[in-house]
């Protein structure tokens, strides 16, 4: 099955929500009212996002870690070489 799929199923399927109390900066709240979309879904809409990127990092370090662990590390040079060439 397409990953892309099931995670636009997945996220779809959420519909219960829990009502709670948080605390914004005013210059947040403001901005995010003025677009006129619910508060609510845009800071839902925010923390998904932000949670599906801890996920993905969280699973490419797993994965990291796997490959250091079959192949080695790899070597410093190497990546300050990719890094310099990324700037």
Do not use: F, T
């Not at 995670?7 to 929500?17: E, P």
């Not at 948080?22 to 508060?39: P, T």
């Not at 809409?45 to 796997?66: F, K, T, V």
């Amino acid at each position: 099955m397409d990953r892309a799929v099931v995670l636009w199923y997945d996220s779809g399927m959420r519909s219960i929500k829990r009502k709670i109390s948080i605390s914004l900066d005013a210059d947040l709240v403001d901005e995010l009212e003025s677009r006129g979309i619910s508060l609510s879904s845009q800071v839902n809409d925010a923390l998904r996002d932000q949670l599906e990127r801890r996920r993905r990092r969280r699973l490419l370090g797993e994965l990291l870690d796997r490959l250091d662990q079959q192949h080695g590390p790899v070597d410093e040079a190497l990546i300050q070489n990719y890094v310099r060439m990324l700037e």
